[in-house]
């Protein structure tokens, strides 16, 4: 017998069809939206929601930094060190860089970071303490990941696409700082990297905090001489050692700042 039809010649109840999935509009249909075939419809969403808020919010350029989610205000060894000059850091950049306007006008070089702990919390902080927007990029992991205090509240996003996360950052960045850290900070590093090597990203500068770290967790010259890169390739970064010298080198690498920012 057809669904929701009688023998006894009543007007049929149309119940079923009513709680059929397939009857659920297609944008409330959870089901469907996280299904495979729905994938790139995800990836999508995740653009245009991040993008959609950071143009409400005026942010026109970015300064991403990169760290350790492992380091703390009161770590061990250096980590106090790298989390001071990420705080700094902050400040030093929203102060100077354009992220203060309140005229209505575009926000430049605010700073964006991963949106959890560690330095991604310090350079939040020191945006915060200046009075500047400053931008979480966070994303979800298998030991949820929570935002830190100090990134804007409408400027906080999560991501589930590693890939989509990495271009929210990279797609309007003029400048990458990247502080002391392991696996992930090496990804983002890299990702940078490949893209000024080959051309597919603007040359914006990028300057690494801590030279004795880098070179002692990545060894350049055996890449040189191994043939693996060119001499020249080193030229796509800078070193730096104090927050004040990551805004210089910044600013010699083409960062516009204050009224030269048009």
């Known amino acids: 017998m057809v669904a929701g039809a009688t023998d006894s010649g009543a007007h049929p109840s149309n119940a079923e069809q009513m709680a059929s999935?397939?009857?659920?509009?297609?944008?409330?249909?959870?089901?469907?939206?996280?299904?495979?075939?729905?994938?790139?419809?995800?990836?999508?969403?995740?653009?245009?929601?991040?993008?959609?808020?950071l143009r409400a919010q005026g942010v026109r350029s970015t300064i991403v930094v990169f760290g350790s989610a492992r380091i703390s205000e009161t770590g061990p060894g250096r980590h106090a060190s790298w989390y001071a000059a990420a705080r700094e850091f902050g400040k030093i950049a929203s102060q100077r860089g354009g992220a203060l306007l309140s005229n209505?006008?575009?926000?430049?070089?605010?700073?964006a970071t991963g949106g959890g702990p560690g330095v991604m919390e310090a350079a939040n902080r020191g945006a915060l303490e200046a009075g500047a927007p400053t931008i979480g990029f966070n994303i979800t992991l298998p030991f949820e990941q929570e935002p830190n205090a100090y990134s804007t509240p409408d400027l906080t996003f999560r991501f589930h696409y590693f890939a989509m996360r990495k271009m929210h950052l990279a797609m309007r960045a003029n400048a990458l700082v990247v502080f002391p850290g392991g696996f992930g900070t090496l990804d983002e590093l890299f990702e940078i990297l490949t893209l000024r090597q080959t051309d597919k990203?603007?040359?914006?500068?990028?300057?690494?905090?801590?030279?004795?770290y880098w070179r002692s967790v990545i060894n350049f010259d055996t890449m040189i001489a191994e043939g693996m890169i060119k001499a020249s390739d080193l030229d796509l970064f800078t070193f730096a050692e104090s927050a004040e010298q990551v805004w210089t080198q910044l600013v010699a690498g083409g960062v516009k700042h204050g009224e030269d920012i048009t």
């Open 21 to 53: 999935p397939s009857y659920r509009l297609a944008a409330l249909d959870e089901d469907f939206l996280l299904g495979d075939s729905m994938r790139g419809v995800r990836f999508l969403l995740e653009y245009a929601k991040a993008e959609d808020a």
């Open 104 to 111: 209505g006008g575009p926000r430049d070089n605010v700073i």
């Open 201 to 212: 990203a603007p040359r914006i500068p990028v300057v690494l905090f801590d030279e004795a």
